[in-house]
C-alpha cells in the first residue's frame, strides 16, 4: 500500500486566478495559476517577474519583465497568494 501525500496548501481555488509566488532567494512572479502538485510545483501562464532595487534588495521597483510560461519548483516556494487584495506596506523596523 502507498500512502498518497497530500498538500499542505489547498490552491483549487486559485486554479486560473492570479497570483502571486514569492521565492527563496528574494525572487517574485505572479501570473495565473495553471497547474500545480502536492510538492508544490506550479505552473504560471503570462508570468512577470518584478524587479528589484539594485541597490537595496528588499525593495520592489516598479520595473518588471515579462517571462510567459512559468514553471514554479515546489521547494523554491516561500509564499504564495491571491492577486487580488493583495498591497504590499511598508515595513515598520527599517
Request: glycine share 8%; with cysteine.
Amino acid at each position: 500500500m502507498s500512502k498518497r501525500r497530500e498538500s499542505t496548501i489547498e490552491l483549487s481555488k486559485y486554479l486560473n486566478k492570479k497570483i502571486i509566488v514569492k521565492f527563496a532567494g528574494g525572487r517574485e512572479v505572479n501570473g495565473t495559476l495553471r497547474g500545480y502538485d502536492t510538492l508544490l510545483n506550479m505552473v504560471l501562464d503570462d508570468g512577470k517577474e518584478l524587479l528589484r532595487d539594485p541597490d537595496d534588495p528588499y525593495r520592489l521597483t516598479s520595473q518588471s519583465r515579462s517571462l510567459g510560461l512559468v514553471v514554479c519548483r515546489g521547494t523554491a516556494v516561500m509564499l504564495v497568494c491571491p492577486y487580488d487584495g493583495y498591497e504590499e506596506t511598508e515595513n515598520p523596523f527599517a
